[in-house]
């Protein structure tokens, strides 16, 4: 049986849940926009878990709004979806709540649904440290394996023993060294437009990466972010919009916006890829409704 997730915490833990409770041979490794852009092929019978929904997958966990860009599950699919701060909180629900995941959950629940605070940002631990080191927009680079061999290490010895790996410890490293720079570049390329910061990576012919949080403690005033790159795809520019998680009361519902412009997302984080002609008039589009929503 075949599980496909996204390689983020949440993707980590609902796979060393499942792989537990289903017998998970093959793990396959996919952005949600490859499942709304029917890009990947899902196969009957694959455990689908952290994307959004796909009717040729058997099972399917997934806690990001229902919106039209992605297709709805009929009411009797098999697993569990609900808004909720995470996908492994709905693993964890549909298998009964097993003692041994209990600080995965909550830890991978505050990760994902950006419940942190200024000192997980700066100084994390745990697996909040670990979830920095998996997220792809951290931009450490070979990301696959890194997630298989975490993945493999996490079903055979606690957290503390994988956090000092070499491999783990080398990432951690890279990641506050790299985290100074990136809030340079973060500063030259982001302006603020009332209640909404704006960064533009597009002048930027490699985009940088660092901790997509930090954005936040740099424009306190700020309650959403957008963020312009170059997309996977050359012919795109992704938007990524999301709330700021220190000043809490932006009122769009992301997700739904995103979806309009062919993305999706949660309530407090999304994206959308945006031919490279549109991008511009779509950025302002976003901009002015955020700004109007507050
Ligand atoms: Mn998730």
């Known amino acids: 049986m075949r599980l496909v997730t996204r390689p983020d915490l949440d993707g980590l833990a609902c796979a060393l849940m499942l792989s537990d409770y289903e017998p998970i041979d093959e ?10 852009d029917k890009t990947f092929a899902v196969q009957p019978g694959d455990v689908l878990a952290n994307l959004p929904y796909h009717p040729a997958c058997g099972m399917w966990f997934d806690h990001r709004l229902l919106t039209e860009s992605n297709e709805k599950p009929p009411p009797d699919f098999h697993g569990r979806w609900r808004e909720a701060p995470s996908a492994a909180q709905l693993v964890w629900e549909h298998y009964g709540k097993d003692e041994r995941w209990t600080e995965l959950v909550h830890e991978t629940n505050r990760f994902d649904a950006a419940e942190l605070s200024e000192d997980d940002v700066l100084r994390p631990q745990g697996y909040v440290l670990l979830g920095f080191t998996l997220d792809p927009s951290t931009g450490l680079g070979n990301d696959e394996p890194y997630f298989q061999q975490c993945l493999e290490w996490l079903r055979q010895r606690p957290l503390d023993e994988v956090l000092v790996e070499e491999l783990v410890r080398d990432r951690i490293i890279r990641m506050f060294e790299q985290n100074e720079d990136f809030c340079w570049t973060l500063a030259q390329c982001s302006r603020l437009a009332g209640n909404v910061v704006f960064t533009d990576f597009r002048q930027i012919k490699e985009t940088p990466a660092g901790n997509r949080f930090l ?72 901009i002015d409704r955020l700004r109007e929503d507050g």
């Open 27 to 36: 793990i396959a490794l996919v952005h949600p926009q490859e499942i709304t």
């Open 215 to 286: 954005i936040y403690t740099l424009f306190p005033e700020a309650n959403v972010s957008v963020l312009a790159r170059w997309g996977y795809d050359p012919a795109t520019v992704m938007i990524r919009v999301g709330h700021s998680i220190f000043n809490r009361s932006c009122k769009t519902r992301i997700g739904e916006l995103m979806s309009r412009y062919g993305g999706g997302g949660h309530v407090g984080a999304g994206s959308a890829p945006v031919p490279i002609m549109e991008a511009d008039s779509t950025i302002v589009e976003i």
